[in-house]
């Protein structure tokens, strides 16, 4: 079997999660109640077999760090690892500048690893992918160099790098965000091949591009923008259709199934995906689990069934994990991370609460994330007017009301 390394690339400041990112990097941001980010690339690898994992963090990464080493100890025993690596400033006073920069900088690891390939992932999508399925494809290409792509409709290729491929599925062209002209998929012309931000590479042409980057000094020292949208010029890249990627235990639905959450919008979307009562994204997958940290916490309650008087705990259409308290409220297309307690006489609606969130009596949330350990006072009502949510909270186009962690409340 071919030795492989997965570096993840997790270092993103996620500018555009805004307030959930001001004391977090992306990839640990927390998702589906008890999981961060992070999981869903980490457990890819795992359930695909690849257990040599490198996490290349930057951005205030201590709760990224603290999730990672806790949650994902492997059997050193067998050289199993997910390792966590930060910036070293090994070739000089410096931060990352950018994610080909982050791999030059930690060419160490590798020519210490000698891997025969090398996974290079993004830690911040939701998805599932059996990434050995992507080997095997390079393998049958006799590629340099792998690119994922996932299909999508020709009008959001605005969004997202378009690659260009031959009938053979061999790349020959790519364009970052292409505002009109978008090229098609052979026989497809409604759809566009985006890349996904994943790539694998015959380690010696990874380290002959990264090294021939780091040289140029016009460069962006981007995977997308640097590497990705020069190196089909120089060598083979092949680009593997993720809508083809088979997972054991998966629904045909879910097939093909990615999210790239870096947006509110798109964050609290993908979330919601989760409570429908036939999700199109499942995570009680049993054949290929997401895997995270596990907390000695209680099982959930729910409490007080007083009809007459309207103190009923209860939660419909929601995910509610271990250590909630459900009070007397309701709860409904929600999710609720541990350690939540919503009190009597108060309704949680199409809302997402991170951990060790307290909503008071006869409170009224709607549509709205709260971050961790924020207490809601009695009687507060939040999402019913969006203008006076403005003059307090951070408050989306469409409505979404986000609360960042920690903050104080005061009684309305």
């Not at 909503?359 to 709260?370: D, E, L, S, T």
């Amino acid at each position: 079997m071919a030795k492989c390394l997965a570096m993840i690339l997790a270092g993103g400041e996620g500018r555009r999660l805004d307030p959930l990112t001001r004391e977090r990097a992306k990839p640990a941001v927390p998702f589906g109640g008890r999981y961060r980010i992070v999981d869903f690339v980490l457990s890819n690898f795992a359930n695909s077999g690849f257990l040599r994992m490198k996490v290349l963090v930057q951005y205030k990464s201590e709760s990224l760090n603290t999730h990672v080493q806790r949650g994902w100890r492997l059997a050193a025993l067998l050289n199993q690892y997910v390792e966590i690596v930060p910036a070293q400033m090994r070739v000089g006073p410096k931060w990352f500048e950018g994610s080909a920069d982050a791999i030059y900088q930690n060419l160490n690891i590798i020519t210490d690893e000698e891997p025969d390939y090398t996974y290079v992932f993004g830690a911040d999508h939701v998805y599932r992918m059996d990434v050995r399925q992507m080997l095997d494809y390079h393998l049958d290409c006799k590629a340099d160099a792998t690119v994922a792509a996932i299909p999508i409709p020709i009008h959001e290729a605005h969004d997202f790098g378009i690659i260009e491929v031959d009938d053979a599925g061999r790349m020959v062209g790519f364009v970052e965000k292409p505002r009109s002209g978008a090229k098609t998929m052979p026989g497809d012309p409604t759809r566009c091949l985006a890349s996904m931000g994943n790539y694998l590479f015959a380690t010696d042409v990874l380290v002959q591009e990264i090294v021939r980057d780091a040289g140029d000094p016009n460069s962006a020292h981007d995977f997308g923008k640097s590497i990705i949208a020069s190196i089909y010029e120089r060598k083979r890249v092949y680009v593997y259709d993720f809508a083809q990627n088979r997972v054991p235990g998966q629904s045909e639905r879910e097939r093909g199934y990615w999210r790239d959450v870096g947006s509110l919008e798109a964050y609290y979307q993908s979330n919601m995906d989760l409570v429908a009562v036939d999700p199109i994204f499942s995570l009680y997958n049993e054949s290929w689990p997401i895997f995270t940290v596990q907390y000695n916490y209680p099982p959930v309650k729910f409490v007080f069934a007083n009809e007459r008087e309207g103190r009923l705990g209860h939660a419909t259409d929601s995910l509610v994990s271990e250590g909630c308290i459900i009070s007397g409220g309701r709860v409904n297309r929600s999710i609720l991370s541990p350690k939540v307690r919503v009190n009597s006489y108060s309704s949680v609606e199409e809302s997402i609460l991170f951990e060790n969130v307290n909503i008071g009596r006869h409170c009224r949330i709607k549509k709205a994330i709260v971050d961790k350990h924020v207490d809601i006072p009695a009687g507060t009502s939040i999402g019913y007017d969006l203008d006076e949510d403005r003059k307090r909270f951070h408050v989306t186009e469409s409505g979404i009301v986000v609360i960042p962690k920690g903050m104080r409340l005061e009684p309305t």
